[in-house]
């Protein structure tokens, strides 16, 4: 485990030296936002979160599904009537992961600390922001793996159990045993045309049945890295058609919702560039399930009075159904999963 000393920080932190500080930069402040709570396809509306927020008391949690009736049959006049049955869907399992973090701080080093700087080494606060950042960085990252087989997911997520990535050319429908795709097969980019065909796309998904869904009509979500930011708010904010000479109406103004997060871009663990997403935010799929909450505790190690601080929590992100979301890979390659 890392100790913090004196040496670590060098005389001039040290009571007694001359050296005083006007400030302290806290780097962890500007690490720091929780954009789960704050991905919102309405504004103040928390039904529209990107996320939606689950708690529990046991130690897994699933999700099952169930598939509706077949349509109503014309019935002869003295027949019986039709008869059909529900069918059950797939599941999704949460099983909770625990994230621990510490601080541990030498006695000397404690108590030669600058009495006027002790509010900016507060070091419970800056535990929970590195765990809260971690909550972003997870919950972001299931569209890092959007497109990456369940087999090769890293433990902090768990998908749909049809086997499928999350946005697949080949998800499976339970019943009819037909297949469904909610992704670009061509990995088309972000541009005014294609997307419209991402909303066509999220309109006419359907259900294990093959029918239709109430998915797609209301506010939507345009998710993209920060590299597409720009290029997003032009296309669903601009007066008339985005690069387009003509006098049209933009539609997507009032419609469609851009997040823009550094937490899918390049930079990150199988993160992009291109890639893009269009979310009915009243139909989100994804769900943010915690366990136990952020809990810190403080303590005296009694064998070398060393101050310890540290921080735990147990939680799960993942996606109860592939309905709800389209996404690209925007590469202009050809994808198929």
């Given at each position: 485990?890392?100790?913090?000393?004196?040496?670590?920080?060098?005389?001039?932190?040290?009571?007694?030296?001359?050296?005083?500080?006007?400030?302290?930069?806290?780097?962890?402040?500007?690490?720091?936002?929780?954009?789960?709570?704050?991905?919102?396809?309405?504004?103040?509306?928390?039904?529209?979160?990107?996320?939606?927020?689950?708690?529990?008391?046991?130690?897994?949690?699933?999700?099952?599904?169930?598939?509706?009736?077949?349509?109503?049959v014309i019935t002869s006049e003295g027949a019986d009537?039709?008869?059909?049955?529900?069918?059950?869907?797939?599941?999704?399992?949460?099983?909770?992961?625990?994230?621990?973090?510490?601080?541990?701080?030498?006695?000397?080093?404690?108590?030669d600390r600058e009495n006027d700087l002790e509010d900016k080494f507060n070091e419970a606060r800056d535990l929970k922001i590195s765990m809260m950042t971690d909550y972003d960085r997870t919950a972001f990252s299931i569209f890092n793996y959007a497109f990456t087989a369940q087999a090769s997911l890293p433990t902090t997520l768990t998908f749909y159990s049809d086997g499928s990535p999350l946005c697949s050319t080949t998800h499976t429908l339970k019943v009819t045993g037909g297949t469904h795709s909610n992704a670009s097969a061509t990995g088309i980019p972000l541009t005014e045309t294609n997307l419209e065909?991402?909303?066509?796309?999220?309109?006419?998904?359907?259900?294990?049945?093959?029918?239709?869904?109430?998915?797609?009509?209301?506010?939507?979500?345009?998710?993209?890295?920060?590299?597409?930011?720009?290029?997003?708010?032009?296309?669903?904010?601009?007066?008339?058609?985005?690069?387009?000479?003509?006098?049209?109406?933009?539609?997507?103004?009032?419609?469609?919702?851009?997040?823009?997060?550094?937490?899918?871009?390049?930079?990150?663990?199988?993160?992009?560039?291109?890639?893009?997403?269009?979310?009915?935010?009243m139909k989100s799929p994804f769900i943010f399930y915690k366990r136990e909450d952020s809990i810190t505790s403080t303590y005296v190690d009694n064998k070398n009075k060393n101050l310890i601080h540290d921080i735990y929590s147990r939680w799960q992100v993942g996606n109860k159904t592939f309905r709800g979301v389209w996404g690209s890979k925007g590469d202009n390659a050809s994808y198929s999963s």
């Open positions: 485990m890392a100790v913090e000393t004196r040496a670590t920080w060098g005389d001039g932190w040290i009571k007694g030296y001359a050296a005083k500080f006007a400030e302290v930069e806290n780097q962890a402040d500007s690490a720091y936002s929780l954009g789960i709570e704050s991905a919102l396809g309405v504004e103040a509306n928390k039904f529209t979160r990107l996320f939606k927020e689950r708690t529990s008391e046991k130690a897994q949690e699933r999700m099952a599904s169930k598939s509706g009736l077949g349509l109503p009537f039709a008869t059909d049955s529900r069918q059950p869907g797939y599941m999704t399992v949460f099983n909770f992961i625990k994230k621990t973090l510490s601080v541990e701080i030498t006695l000397e080093e404690r108590n065909i991402a909303r066509q796309a999220l309109r006419r998904q359907v259900d294990d049945r093959g029918l239709p869904m109430d998915i797609g009509s209301g506010r939507l979500i345009l998710l993209v890295p920060d590299s597409l930011e720009k290029n997003a708010v032009t296309i669903t904010k601009s007066t008339k058609r985005s690069g387009t000479a003509n006098n049209d109406l933009n539609i997507y103004d009032g419609i469609v919702t851009v997040i823009s997060t550094k937490w899918i871009n390049s930079q990150q663990t199988s993160g992009s560039d291109t890639a893009w997403f269009l979310i009915d935010s």
